[in-house]
C-alpha cells in the first residue's frame, strides 16, 4: 500500500495538478480532499491542455479511479459544466466519484461572497466571489446542505427552503441590500428565487447520481486491498485557515491533517507527503507577499510562466522564491521531498534572488519564519541571495545532470533551504518534461 499526499508548499498555483497527473499512472486512487471550484489545477498532457477545477487530475488514466471527498465543497451545475467538457474531448469519466458527505455550494453562498467581499470595501480579501468561504460557514454552523441531500428530492427542497428564508433575513438586514433602488436586486432575486434553484440543481442531481458513493467506503476498502492512493490538495500551506496569512486564506486546510480529515483515511494511512513548490513565488488575492517584484521583471516573469488563475483568469502576484515560506511550508507539514516546477521559466534570467531571511525596517529584527501578525508579516523585507543565472534552454533536458550547471546549483540551494530533498525537477508543462532527480 503507498498512500501519497500531494500538498502546495507556497501560496497556491504551483503546479500540484501537473504533479498529481504525472504520479497518478501509478496510481489506483486519486481523492480530492479539500476546496471547491475557486482554484483550478491546469494539466497538459498527450490528450491536450486541460483546466480541471474539481475533478480530480488522475482523471485521464481510465484504470484510475477519482474521488471528491467529503471535505470537499461542490457547486453541481459547475461540476456538470466540467464533466460535460471532458466528454466533448471524449472522456466519459466513468471512473469519477463523488462522496456522498461532501457540502453543496448554493447560489446563495456565490451572493454572499460577493456582498462580503464589498462590505470590506479596501480590506478585501481577494476571493474569487465563487462561494466557497460561506459554504464552509454553512457546513461549521450545521446548516449545510449535502450531496446526500440532494440525492432526495423532497429533503432538499425542505432543506432549501428553510436556507433562503434566513438567507432572505441576512440579506435584507445585515447587508441592507435588495431594496427597490439596490442595483444588486437582480442578482439578489435570482440568487435566492426557490424554483429555478431548485430545478438547476435537481436536474444537476439526474446527471451526477451514478457517480455519487459513499466515500468512506469506496476509500477504506482501498486500503484494505493495499492500493496506491494518490491525495489531491488544492490552494497551499500559506492559505491555510490555521497557519496561513490569515485572514487572507481560504476555508478548509490543504496541509496533510486536511487530506486524512477530507478524503476520509487515517491520519496514519498517509505514507509519503510531496510538497510541490514553484521556482519562483505566486499568487492570487491579496496579503502579504514579501518578494512581489511590482515592476517590469515581475510583469516579465508572470509572461514567460503565463501566471493567470485557472479558475478566474486574474493575473497573478509574481516574485523571487522565498525560501523562509517554504521552510515553514516543510516543517509544518512534514514533507517527505519537495516536486520543484516551472524551473523553466527562470531560463531567461541573467541573475536569480532566493529570499532567505526577512527583515523588519521598523525595528531592524531579522525574521526566519512566517510571523502570526499579519500586520507584521505585511512590513518585513525580504533579505536576498543572489545566484547567476544560467540563459540557457532548459525545456529539452531530461536528466538533472543535463541542466546548466548554474540551473543545478540554484535547485541544489533551494534544497539546502528546504532541508528536505527535491525528488522532481520540472522543466515544462508534458509529461516527459519531469526529472526524476531521487525520491519522488
Not at 285 to 310: N, V
Amino acid at each position: 500500500m503507498s498512500v501519497i499526499a500531494v500538498v502546495g508548499a507556497q501560496w497556491g498555483d504551483e503546479g500540484k495538478g501537473r504533479v498529481v497527473d504525472y504520479l497518478a499512472t501509478d496510481a489506483d486512487l486519486v481523492i480530492r480532499y479539500g476546496g471547491g471550484n475557486n482554484a483550478g489545477h491546469t494539466v497538459v498532457n498527450p490528450h491536450g491542455h486541460f483546466k480541471l477545477h474539481l475533478i480530480p487530475s488522475g482523471i485521464f488514466y481510465p484504470a484510475t479511479r477519482n474521488l471528491l471527498g467529503g471535505g470537499v465543497v461542490i457547486n453541481p451545475p459547475a461540476l456538470v459544466r466540467e464533466l460535460d467538457g471532458l466528454a466533448a474531448a471524449g472522456f466519459d469519466c466513468a471512473n469519477f466519484f463523488i462522496s456522498e458527505r461532501a457540502h453543496l455550494v448554493m447560489p446563495y453562498h456565490v451572493m454572499l461572497d460577493q456582498l462580503e467581499e464589498r462590505e470590506r470595501r479596501t480590506a478585501k480579501l481577494g476571493t474569487t466571489s465563487r462561494g466557497i468561504g460561506p459554504a464552509y460557514v454553512d457546513k461549521v454552523a450545521r446548516r449545510g446542505i449535502r450531496v446526500v441531500d440532494l440525492m432526495e428530492p423532497d429533503d432538499f427542497r425542505a432543506q432549501l427552503h428553510v436556507a433562503l428564508a434566513r438567507i432572505r433575513r441576512v440579506v435584507t438586514g445585515y447587508f441592507g441590500a435588495g431594496g427597490d433602488d439596490d442595483e444588486l436586486r437582480p442578482a439578489i432575486e435570482e440568487a435566492t428565487d426557490e424554483d429555478r434553484i431548485a430545478t438547476e440543481y435537481l436536474t444537476a442531481a439526474d446527471r451526477l447520481r451514478p457517480h455519487v458513493v459513499d466515500g468512506q467506503a469506496l476509500v477504506d476498502a482501498a486500503l484494505v486491498d493495499g492500493q496506491r492512493i494518490l491525495l489531491e490538495g488544492q490552494l497551499g500551506t500559506m492559505r491555510d485557515i490555521d497557519w496561513g496569512t490569515y485572514p487572507y486564506v481560504t476555508s478548509s486546510s490543504p496541509i496533510p491533517g486536511g487530506a486524512s480529515i477530507g478524503a476520509g483515511l487515517p491520519a496514519v494511512a498517509i505514507d509519503k507527503v510531496i510538497g510541490v513548490a514553484k521556482a519562483y513565488t505566486t499568487a492570487v488575492g491579496a496579503g502579504p507577499l514579501p518578494t512581489e517584484m511590482l515592476d517590469a521583471e515581475g510583469e516579465a516573469l508572470r509572461e514567460r510562466g503565463i501566471e493567470y488563475g485557472t479558475s478566474t483568469g486574474r493575473p497573478r502576484r509574481c516574485g523571487w522564491y522565498d525560501a523562509v515560506a517554504v521552510r515553514f511550508s516543510v516543517r509544518l507539514a512534514g514533507y517527505s521531498s519537495i516536486a520543484l516546477t516551472k524551473l523553466d521559466v527562470l531560463d531567461g534570467s541573467e541573475r536569480i534572488r532566493i529570499c532567505v531571511a526577512y527583515r523588519d525596517p521598523q525595528t531592524g529584527a531579522q525574521w526566519t519564519t512566517v510571523p502570526a501578525s499579519t500586520s507584521v508579516y505585511q512590513r518585513l523585507e525580504p533579505v536576498y541571495q543572489e545566484l547567476p543565472g544560467w540563459q540557457t534552454d532548459t525545456t529539452g533536458c531530461r536528466e538533472f545532470t543535463q541542466l546548466p550547471a548554474a540551473a543545478q546549483a540554484y535547485v541544489e540551494r533551494l534544497e539546502a533551504l528546504a532541508e528536505v530533498p527535491i525528488g522532481l525537477v520540472s522543466v515544462g508543462p508534458e509529461r516527459d518534461q519531469m526529472i526524476v532527480r531521487g525520491p519522488g
